[in-house]
């Protein structure tokens, strides 16, 4: 019996159908986690109401001025800034704010 060095089409197929497998004994996470079927976006102000919404959820509270403030920042300051949103079925569903801070550790 000959073993291929690469996978069948069937093994191809398989491997990006269904949901994604992120018990694959694979050590790179990076593979794993690149089958994620959920679009991930630059935030835009349109989004100020969901995020909002995610983390009054998550806090159990009302920090909207906060957010606000965040997403000023975010939006229009300058500096080293990521800000995303993770959407499925077309509504936010998670959210990412980070920025850069020289000269701190």
Known sequence: MTSHPHPTTKQMIDQFSG????S?????????LSRDRIPVRSLTQEDFDAVVRIDRHDSGQ???AY?????EEALGGSGVR????AEQDGAVVGFLMARVDFGEF
Do not use: H
């Open 24 to 32: 694959d004994p694979n050590p790179d996470d990076a593979v794993a």
């Open 62 to 64: 009302d920090r909207s």
């Open 67 to 71: 957010y606000r403030r965040k997403f």
């Open 82 to 85: 990521v800000s995303v949103v």
């Open 19 to 22: 949901e994604p497998n992120y």
